[in-house]
C-alpha cells in the first residue's frame, strides 16, 4: 500500500527557528542512533518513521556511523525514502554526521578535511540523495587545526553537497572560535547538537549564551537520559532496560539509589501536571525557549506519539521549576 502522509500532520507540531536563521525545525526531531540499524526489524522502524512525520516531525537526525553496524541507518533511511517519503523529500530537513571512528586507518575518524568530505559521499551514496540539509561535524578534533575541519564544512555547502552546517560536542570556547571562522567564511554556523537534560546539564555554563548571542539554534541529545527520565526506571531496573543490557552507554551503576529516588520524586511533579516523567523532561529542556528542538530516540510507535504529546504542556509555574530544581541539586 503506497503510504500517503496525514493531511493534517502540520496542526499539532510546533515549529521553532534555529537561531537567525531562516530555518525552523520541529520542536520534537527523531534521532536514528538506536534501533534504526540493519540489526534491527525493518518493519518496525518503517511504522515509527512514518508515524513520526505524520505527527509533523520533519526533522529526521542520523550519523555515518549509526547501526548497528555503521551506515545501516542511514541505508534504512535512504530505503524508506525511496519507497515512502519520496514525494515529501522537500518538506523534510535530514541530516548527518562525521567525526567518530567509521572506517580503519588514519582517515576514517576525527575532523579532516579528507574524512569529513569522504564520508558525506558515503553517506549521500546510503541515503539516496544528492544532499542532506544538515552536516555536522560531529565531535572537535584535538589534532586537526579547527580552520580545516570548518573550511571542510563551508566548501561542503558550496559544493551542494548540504545546505547548512552543524557541529556537536564541542565546548562552549570551541564553538564561539567555530562560529567566527565559519563568519569569517561567510557559512554560518547553523545549528549545534549537545547532550542536554535534567542529569546533564553542562550548556548553561556557558555555551547556551555562546549560542544565543551568535544566533545560533541547539538540538538536545539524549534529552531524557537514555531512559533514566522516564517511567522505565520508577521501580528499580528492569530486563529488557538499556541500564540491564550489556551494549550501550547506559550502565546498571550508573542507576543508582540517589538517582532513582530523584526519578520518583521528578515522577511526582509530572504526574501533577498531567504528564508522564518523559513528557516533563522534555518539556523542561524546551522551557525557556533557549533549545530550538529535543531529540528523541524510540523503540515503538508509542513512544514517539507519548513524546509529541508533551508539546500539550510546556508552561512550568515559578514553584514547580524551584520544586525540580530542588530535586536535582539534593
Given at each position: 500500500?503506497?503510504?500517503?502522509?496525514?493531511?493534517?500532520?502540520?496542526?499539532?507540531?510546533?515549529?521553532?527557528?534555529?537561531?537567525?536563521?531562516?530555518?525552523?525545525?520541529?520542536?520534537?526531531?527523531?534521532?536514528?542512533?538506536?534501533?534504526?540499524?540493519?540489526?534491527?526489524?525493518?518493519?518496525?522502524?518503517?511504522?515509527?518513521?512514518?508515524?513520526?512525520?505524520?505527527?509533523?516531525?520533519?526533522?529526521?537526525?542520523?550519523?555515518?556511523?549509526?547501526?548497528?553496524?555503521?551506515?545501516?541507518?542511514?541505508?534504512?533511511?535512504?530505503?524508506?525514502?525511496?519507497?515512502?517519503?519520496?514525494?515529501?523529500?522537500?518538506?523534510?530537513?535530514?541530516?548527518?554526521?562525521?567525526?567518530?571512528?567509521?572506517?580503519?586507518?588514519?582517515?576514517?575518524?576525527?575532523?579532516?578535511?579528507?574524512?569529513?568530505?569522504?564520508?558525506?559521499?558515503?553517506?549521500?551514496?546510503?541515503?539516496?540523495?544528492?544532499?542532506?540539509?544538515?552536516?555536522?561535524?560531529?565531535?572537535?578534533?584535538?589534532?586537526?587545526?579547527?580552520?580545516?575541519?570548518?573550511?571542510?564544512?563551508?566548501?561542503?555547502?558550496?559544493?551542494?553537497?548540504?545546505?547548512?552546517?552543524?557541529?556537536?560536542?564541542?565546548?562552549?570556547?570551541?564553538?564561539?572560535?567555530?562560529?567566527?571562522?565559519?563568519?569569517?567564511?561567510g557559512t554560518p554556523l547553523?545549528?549545534?547538537?549537545?547532550?542536554?537534560?535534567?542529569?546533564?546539564?553542562?550548556?548553561?555554563?556557558?555555551?547556551?549564551?555562546?549560542?544565543?548571542?551568535?544566533?545560533?539554534?541547539?538540538?538536545?541529545?539524549?534529552?531524557?537520559?537514555?531512559?533514566?527520565?522516564?517511567?522505565?526506571?520508577?521501580?528499580?531496573?528492569?530486563?529488557?532496560?538499556?541500564?540491564?543490557?550489556?551494549?550501550?552507554?547506559?550502565?546498571?551503576?550508573?542507576?543508582?539509589?540517589?538517582?532513582?529516588?530523584?526519578?520518583?520524586?521528578?515522577?511526582?511533579?509530572?504526574?501533577?501536571?498531567?504528564?508522564?516523567?518523559?513528557?516533563?523532561?522534555?518539556?523542561?529542556?524546551?522551557?525557556?525557549?533557549?533549545?530550538?528542538?529535543?531529540?528523541?530516540?524510540?523503540?515503538r510507535v508509542s513512544q514517539?506519539?507519548?513524546?509529541?504529546?508533551?508539546?500539550?504542556?510546556?508552561?512550568?509555574?515559578?514553584?514547580?521549576?524551584?520544586?525540580?530544581?530542588?530535586?536535582?541539586n539534593n
Amino acid at each position: 500500500m503506497i503510504y500517503q502522509a496525514a493531511e493534517n500532520r502540520y496542526e499539532f507540531m510546533k515549529y521553532n527557528r534555529s537561531g537567525r536563521s531562516g530555518l525552523m525545525l520541529p520542536a520534537v526531531s527523531l534521532g536514528l542512533w538506536h534501533n534504526f540499524g540493519g540489526v534491527d526489524p525493518y518493519d518496525n522502524g518503517r511504522a515509527m518513521l512514518k508515524r513520526a512525520f505524520d505527527l509533523g516531525i520533519t526533522h529526521f537526525d542520523l550519523a555515518n556511523n549509526y547501526g548497528p553496524p555503521p551506515g545501516s541507518a542511514e541505508e534504512m533511511f535512504g530505503r524508506i525514502l525511496k519507497t515512502d517519503f519520496a514525494p515529501y523529500r522537500d518538506e523534510m530537513i535530514i541530516s548527518t554526521k562525521a567525526g567518530y571512528y567509521m572506517w580503519p586507518g588514519p582517515y576514517g575518524d576525527w575532523g579532516s578535511r579528507k574524512y569529513l568530505v569522504s564520508s558525506l559521499d558515503q553517506s549521500l551514496k546510503r541515503l539516496g540523495l544528492d544532499y542532506v540539509d544538515i552536516f555536522y561535524s560531529h565531535r572537535p578534533d584535538p589534532n586537526t587545526p579547527l580552520e580545516e575541519t570548518m573550511t571542510a564544512l563551508d566548501s561542503i555547502v558550496r559544493q551542494g553537497k548540504a545546505l547548512y552546517v552543524g557541529i556537536s560536542n564541542y565546548s562552549a570556547e570551541q564553538t564561539a572560535d567555530a562560529i567566527k571562522i565559519l563568519n569569517q567564511l561567510g557559512t554560518p554556523l547553523l545549528i549545534h547538537q549537545p547532550k542536554y537534560s535534567m542529569f546533564n546539564r553542562w550548556i548553561e555554563d556557558g555555551l547556551q549564551d555562546v549560542l544565543q548571542e551568535n544566533g545560533v539554534g541547539s538540538i538536545a541529545f539524549s534529552p531524557l537520559a537514555q531512559g533514566l527520565l522516564t517511567n522505565k526506571y520508577l521501580t528499580g531496573i528492569p530486563a529488557d532496560s538499556r541500564a540491564a543490557s550489556s551494549t550501550g552507554f547506559l550502565r546498571e551503576e550508573h542507576v543508582t539509589a540517589e538517582i532513582l529516588g530523584r526519578v520518583q520524586k521528578l515522577n511526582e511533579i509530572a504526574t501533577e501536571r498531567g504528564q508522564s516523567l518523559s513528557q516533563m523532561a522534555l518539556a523542561w529542556v524546551l522551557r525557556s525557549g533557549r533549545v530550538t528542538s529535543v531529540l528523541i530516540g524510540a523503540s515503538r510507535v508509542s513512544q514517539i506519539e507519548e513524546n509529541v504529546d508533551a508539546l500539550n504542556n510546556l508552561d512550568f509555574s515559578e514553584q514547580e521549576l524551584a520544586r525540580i530544581e530542588d530535586i536535582l541539586n539534593n
